[in-house]
């Protein structure tokens, strides 16, 4: 698949990347390299294939979930640079 300059930028700004001159062109031919590759994959069968999460059949450990020790409010808040009673206080991010 062909990138051009202008989805390179598109891309660059979306991911808060900035490239030196000297490295547009070899930032393009990756990018290229990887889609054609992808693009590959996508003509594989894979209807056969069941779906995994994992190469192996991994089982994950559970355990009762259950209140333990609870932390006191002045403790929590202790090392907190502010705070108000017992809520934390933020700068605002919202008006």
């Excluded at 490239?19 to 894979?46: C, N, P, Q």
């Excluded at 979930?65 to 502010?82: H, K, M, S």
């Amino acid at each position: 698949m062909k990138i051009g300059q202008r989805l390179l930028d598109e891309l660059a700004m979306l991911a808060r990347l900035r490239f030196e001159d000297s490295e547009r062109e070899g930032m393009l031919r990756d990018l290229e390299a990887i889609l054609d590759y992808v693009g590959k994959l996508e003509e594989l069968d894979t209807r056969e294939v069941p779906p995994t999460a994992h190469l192996f059949d991994v089982t994950t450990p559970m355990r009762e979930d259950r209140v333990e020790r609870v932390l006191p409010a002045d403790e929590a808040l202790r090392n907190a640079p502010e705070y108000e009673g017992t809520a934390l206080v933020v700068p605002k991010v919202l008006e």
